[in-house]
């Protein structure tokens, strides 16, 4: 059997997944393969690098500091001055790339990592979905976690990356590829929360991505080939805020995603 770890893209709810990573330890789920798209890129070398309980309190800590906050964290004025210097993104990557460091360290490769990783970008210049799993990690993870306009793409070897959500928000798919038998979705929870029908501009926006988000995720789930078991773990509901669009740079509810997820998914793995 090899257990495959796969989590999804979805911002500051991807807090999520570290409550869900400390039910999988505390039930005794360790993987043999981790492959994560966005946030879950983030979170995912993380638990690449580290398989164990310990990375919890990391993950922990790193969603906690000030490092994470600035992330999304300049004022708008900052922000409108980027953008129009730029004319492409609002924020500096520095500060990701420097979470990224403190938790795996700076010169870190794939194939130092204790559990073989791939991690999902969107390539520019092939208009398509890219699947990193060797040389440096840092790129990577910041090719597949660069949010359009939120962040500048991500170049790699004269090739322009950004978020891999946007080909593959949670890339069960890649996962049987690669060898998995045994595969636990670790998901931000808008996979559980219905559509309804848009009455205003920004949910239309809204409505339109979330259904290219998650039409692939059903086509691959109803695809699945014979000898291939999925868990959904469950996210543990939606916090205050969740809808607004500015939604994406707040991380006051960490704790509360965290504590939530973890509660929901530890009920989940003890019913199997």
């Not at 911002?11 to 505390?26: I, K, N, Y």
């Not at 990193?132 to 790699?156: C, E, H, K, W």
Request: hydrophobic letters at 45%.
């Amino acid at each position: 059997m090899t257990v495959a770890f796969v989590l999804g893209g979805g911002g500051v709810r991807g807090a999520v997944e570290v409550g869900m990573l400390r039910a999988l330890f505390e039930a005794g789920v360790v993987p043999h393969l981790v492959v994560g798209t966005s946030i879950g890129a983030i979170n995912g070398a993380a638990v690449a690098h580290d398989p164990t309980m310990s990375v919890i309190g990391q993950l922990e800590e790193a969603w906690a500091s000030p490092t994470a906050s600035a992330v999304y964290g300049d004022s708008w004025f900052r922000q409108m001055q980027r953008l129009a210097q730029s004319r492409t993104h609002l924020n500096d990557p520095g500060p990701l790339r420097d979470l990224l460091a403190s938790m795996l360290g700076r010169d870190v490769q794939f194939e130092d990592l204790a559990v073989p990783l791939a991690v999902c970008a969107s390539s520019i210049e092939r208009a398509a979905e890219v699947w990193f799993d060797s040389g440096p990690v840092i790129d990577a993870v910041l090719a597949s976690a660069s949010v359009p306009a939120a962040l500048p793409p991500t170049l790699i070897n004269g090739e322009h990356f950004v978020d891999g959500g946007i080909v593959n928000s949670i890339p069960l798919s890649e996962a049987v590829a690669r060898g998995a038998t045994e595969i636990y979705v670790l998901q931000v929870g808008r996979i559980e929360e219905p559509l309804s029908v848009p009455t205003k501009p920004s949910e239309v926006a809204r409505v339109s991505f979330e259904i290219a988000r998650r039409h692939r995720f059903a086509r691959d789930l109803a695809l699945l080939p014979s000898g291939v078991t999925v868990h959904v773990l469950p996210y543990g509901g939606k916090q205050p805020g969740d809808d607004k669009l500015s939604s994406y740079r707040k991380l006051d509810a960490t704790h509360r995603r965290m504590a939530a997820a973890h509660a929901a998914s530890l009920e989940y793995l003890g019913g199997l």
